[in-house]
T-cell receptor, first 113, second 112 residues
């Protein structure tokens, strides 16, 4: 059982608002990821981090930004939300070493109206 | 980079029948192959994984087989139950990779 938590689980906000999706893990994993997923569809990597003060953009271009000031915390921020940002955002983490799986949080469902 | 293809995209089976989902990968250096199950409204959960030093692994009704020569691996679910209905993702990773490469997912529906 993985201990990775995302808040909020569900959020409806207006266009132009700034939002931050929180992600925390208590396993001490150095690698953390954000994926964007439309319901039942492919997982698209938008951001990842290999440790504190390390962040990289993923395969799918995203207008969101991330930060990694503490090992356990990897928040994602949208400065000005738009309807095209409506999606599910999944946070994940992975322990050090090769051949290790990643563990996902329950996801944050964002709807921008 | 690694490329993982997953088939079929949708699969419907009668309760009690078996279900098989197949994935192929492109990088022969990949050595770790997990399978995830994603239920509606939840994040993907690891259900089984296999490493390249074995050809098959079983866990109750779930099994995974790996053919390194052909570069494909499969998920087998026997005696399917309605609660097996979900989206299933395969993935592959090589030792130097910092992330998993996921397949596009299979929506499995088990009909009562």
């Amino acid at each position: 059982e993985a201990d990775i938590y995302q808040t909020p689980r569900y959020l409806v906000i207006g266009t132009g608002k700034k939002i931050t999706l929180e992600c925390s893990q208590t396993m001490g994993h150095d690698k953390m990821y954000w994926y964007q997923q439309d319901p039942g569809m492919e997982l698209h990597l938008i951001h990842y981090s290999y440790g504190v003060n390390s962040t990289e953009k993923g395969d799918l271009s995203s207008e969101s930004t991330v930060s990694r000031i503490r090992t356990e915390h990897f928040p994602l921020t949208l400065e000005s939300a738009r309807p095209s940002h409506t999606s599910q955002y999944l946070c994940a983490s992975r322990p050090t070493g090769t051949g290790n799986t990643i563990y996902f949080g329950e996801g944050s469902w964002l709807t921008v109206v | 980079g690694e490329n993982v293809e997953q088939h079929p995209s949708t699969l419907s089976v009668q309760e009690g029948d078996s279900a098989v989902i197949k994935c192929t990968y492109s990088d022969s250096a990949s050595n770790y192959f997990p399978w995830y199950k994603q239920e509606l409204g939840k994040g993907p959960q690891l259900i089984i994984d296999i490493r390249s030093n074995v050809g098959e692994k079983k866990d109750q009704r779930i099994a995974v087989t790996l053919n390194k020569t052909a570069k494909h691996f499969s998920l087998h679910i026997t005696e399917t139950q309605p609660e097996d209905s979900a989206v299933y993702f395969c993935a592959a990773s090589k030792p130097s990779a910092r992330q998993l490469t996921f397949g596009s997912g299979t929506q499995l529906t088990v009909l009562p």
